[in-house]
């Protein structure tokens, strides 16, 4: 009996002991818990601003031709000011949500088709809900688009303007829903339902379909390949789309965008869009495409230089006006000063199939160069 007593006595000393091994990790998750059933809300913004020198030296206050947001000749410009609010999601706490806040010329231009008015809904670049929904994110708002390889903040592209393809193959946003599922640990899939191109207020009753497969095998590939179908267009006017000839068509889009991290300094890319345009109601058809090469390379002491190649195809007028194609070359140094401040500088060529596409000096012409001196501040 003694030593059953004692026996007992020591197993009790023990689990007395030991009460804090379990109830430390038992805190430790507590807290975990209560932080991740409150995700912090967050701010990040930059502002981005140029100064360009366009060698056919249009005339004062005319646009620089060709380009998506980087329009201002001979003039010191507020390209972009832009401020994010984000809630991210976590199992404790599905719902969140996403606001850009922007102001500037790129602002103008981004919701310049809209609908619903350009100084409707220009200050509000993204504005949507996400909830997660176990492995699956659901959105629903105002987003911008699953295409192309670069982005509307130039920070986070190679070059500092935009290509071809981004200003005339694909659109800059949508409105409607957003679903991502991870279908394996290297591969995510998209659907959208949306109003269409660039439309918060739908123009023509009709919605566009999207899908999107994102694949990455590694950390030195990165294969996406988006899809995108419906009405565009609206029966008095370009439509939220922006195309040059009143109507709805019909529109069908393929983009493809590959990145390879050759080495950790060496990066290429390409992006391969196609389009066709059938119309309704008597409105023309017709198609677009267009391929893009990038090359970056990353040096010492925060430089770095970057090239790109571009062709894109207009052969029925509908995205720039004219039965052209059109040709660019970008070459573009960079330094970074510290690691929220970007400084640029950038030569292009262009090159337009049809004469007169150009503002000039004189009147207009088939060939562009330019020279930007850029400044982008993060915070």
Known sequence: MKKTKYGMMIVMALIVASLPLFLAPCASAADAAKADATPPITYNGLLDMYYMLDFNHPAPGSLVTGRAFDVKSDSFSLSLLELNINRAVTKASPLGFTATVTLGKTADIVNATEPGGVNTYKYLQQLYATYLFGKTTVDFGKFVTMMG???????????????????????????????????????TAQFHIVNGWNDVEDENGGKSLGTQLNWTPNSKVNLILNWMGGDEGAPTNGGGIGFATPGIRNTQTLDFVGVFNVTPLMKLGMNVDYASAKGKGGASSGNWSGEALYARYQMPRGNAIALRMEHFEDPNGLRTGFDQNMNEITFTMEHVWRSDLITRLEFRHDHAGANGFFNTGSGSGRNQDTLTFSQVVKF
């Open 149 to 187: 390889y670069e982005v509307i903040e130039s920070s986070s592209n190679d070059n500092y303007s935009r290509g071809l393809l981004f200003t005339y193959a694909i659109p800059f946003y949508h409105m409607g829903l957003r679903i991502t599922q991870p279908v394996s640990s290297t591969l």
